[in-house]
């Protein structure tokens, strides 16, 4: 079995520490042993089948030593903002790397940022996307994606969906060097 991500049947992501080249080390007296977390597809469509959460729902928080890793799944409906501006979200300190297992969509990142709103404050920050505020973006970069595409979305980076013909389903794997997410953290629709 590879570290990373497997595909046998159905998506199962394998959270590990190390790689190639690197060697075991036992942990020193008083230190925490970290372990490889499996976030099984079952749990995935568990979360983005469960009625609450709305558009972004966090699947689970590992803490992988130094930093916490976020999985979370995001489902979009249809949408369309043409001739308007570009609306979406900047997460201060949480990296997104997406993953488009379903649908497509234009996504939008970068630009400059107008029309700014104070910080977000609630559940949403506390457990799925750290300190964030939104706003609207002009001159940013728009492609659309579709099933298989990766995006790395570096934390401060606007990104936003103007437009979704059908629907977008996305895993987000977060980095969180700060930790600002809550390491332990399972949704309650897993638990």
């Known amino acids: 079995m590879n570290d990373g991500i497997r595909v046998t049947g159905g998506l199962t992501i394998l959270l590990t520490l190390g790689g190639a080249g690197c060697t075991a080390v036992s942990p020193q007296e008083g230190e925490a042993t970290l372990e490889a977390v499996d976030v099984p597809w079952s749990e995935i469509q568990a979360v983005l089948d469960s009625p609450e959460g709305g ?30 501006p570009v609306t979406g979200i900047v997460h201060s300190e949480v990296t997104e790397v997406y993953y488009i297992t379903s649908g497509s969509g234009t996504l939008v990142t970068g630009g400059e940022i107008v029309n700014r709103s104070p910080p977000m404050t609630g559940q949403i920050v506390d457990e799925v996307v750290g300190p964030s ?29 103007p437009e979704v013909p059908d629907h977008v389903t996305y895993l987000s794997i977060r980095p969180d060097p700060n930790r600002v997410l809550p390491a332990g953290y399972a949704n309650p629709a897993i638990q």
Do not use: Y
């Open 55 to 84: 558009t972004d729902r966090q699947v689970r928080v590992v803490d992988i030593g130094p930093s916490n890793l976020a999985v979370g799944i995001l489902h979009r409906t249809a949408t369309s903002a043409e001739g308007s």
């Open 133 to 161: 505020f939104t706003g609207e973006s002009q001159g940013g970069q728009s492609r659309v994606v579709s099933e298989g595409d990766v995006v790395v979305i570096p934390a401060g980076v606007f990104h936003g969906w």
